[in-house]
C-alpha cells in the first residue's frame, strides 16, 4: 500500500492547521477569506465516489461541521463546499466561508484579484481558532 502524500501545489498554496479522523485541515494562503481545505489522507484518491462508504460520511462529517462552525465563528454569511481538481487531482474539498462583506462577493473566490498572503500573527491567529473548532469535532454516530 502506497503512503499517503500532499500534492506539491496543495503543499505551496496552503499552511498545515491540523489534522481530524480522516482530514489533513489546510488554510489556504489567502487572508481575504476563511478558506480551509481539507485533504483525505488516503494514498490515490482523486474522487469522493473513490473513498469507502465510511470515508465519505467522515469527509462530509468532517466538512459541514468545521464549515458551521468558522461560519458562525467569523460571522459569515454563506458556507461554500467543492470538489474541483481540474488543477490538483489530488481528492480535496474547499471549505470557504463567505461574507457579503469579502472582496469577491458574490463572485467565486477563483482567481478573483491577488492573493494576501497570511502573516505570522494573522496565521497563528486563524490556525489557533481552527484548531479549537476542530477540538470539539464529535465522532461520527456509526463511524
Same mark, same amino acid.
Request: glycine letters at 8%; proline letters at 6%; hydrophobic letters at 40%.
Given at each position: +500500500?502506497?503512503?499517503?502524500?500532499?500534492?506539491?501545489?496543495?503543499?505551496?498554496?496552503?499552511?498545515?492547521?491540523?489534522?481530524?479522523?480522516? $482530514?489533513?485541515?489546510?488554510? +489556504?494562503?489567502?487572508?481575504? =477569506?476563511?478558506?480551509?481545505?481539507?485533504?483525505?489522507?488516503?494514498?490515490?484518491?482523486?474522487?469522493? =465516489?473513490?473513498?469507502?462508504?465510511?470515508?465519505?460520511?467522515?469527509?462530509?462529517?468532517?466538512?459541514?461541521?468545521?464549515?458551521?462552525?468558522? &461560519?458562525?465563528?467569523?460571522?459569515?454569511?454563506?458556507?461554500?463546499?467543492?470538489?474541483?481538481?481540474?488543477?490538483?487531482?489530488?481528492?480535496?474539498?474547499?471549505?470557504?466561508?463567505?461574507?457579503?462583506?469579502?472582496?469577491?462577493?458574490?463572485?467565486?473566490?477563483?482567481? =478573483?484579484?491577488?492573493?494576501?498572503?497570511?502573516?505570522? &500573527?494573522?496565521?497563528?491567529? +486563524?490556525?489557533?481558532?481552527? $484548531?479549537?473548532?476542530?477540538?470539539?469535532?464529535?465522532?461520527?454516530?456509526?463511524?
Amino acid at each position: +500500500m502506497s503512503e499517503f502524500r500532499l500534492h506539491p501545489r496543495l503543499e505551496g498554496d496552503t499552511h498545515a492547521l491540523t489534522d481530524l479522523a480522516l $482530514c489533513q485541515v489546510r488554510l +489556504m494562503d489567502d487572508a481575504r =477569506f476563511a478558506w480551509l481545505i481539507l485533504v483525505p489522507r488516503r494514498p490515490g484518491a482523486r474522487e469522493v =465516489f473513490e473513498l469507502s462508504p465510511g470515508d465519505q460520511a467522515q469527509l462530509w462529517h468532517e466538512a459541514t461541521w468545521l464549515g458551521r462552525e468558522l &461560519k458562525q465563528a467569523v460571522n459569515g454569511d454563506k458556507l461554500n463546499l467543492a470538489t474541483l481538481g481540474n488543477q490538483v487531482t489530488q481528492l480535496h474539498l474547499h471549505v470557504i466561508v463567505r461574507s457579503e462583506r469579502d472582496a469577491a462577493w458574490p463572485a467565486p473566490v477563483w482567481g =478573483f484579484g491577488d492573493p494576501e498572503p497570511y502573516d505570522g &500573527k494573522r496565521l497563528e491567529s +486563524m490556525r489557533e481558532r481552527v $484548531c479549537k473548532l476542530a477540538e470539539r469535532l464529535p465522532r461520527l454516530v456509526g463511524g
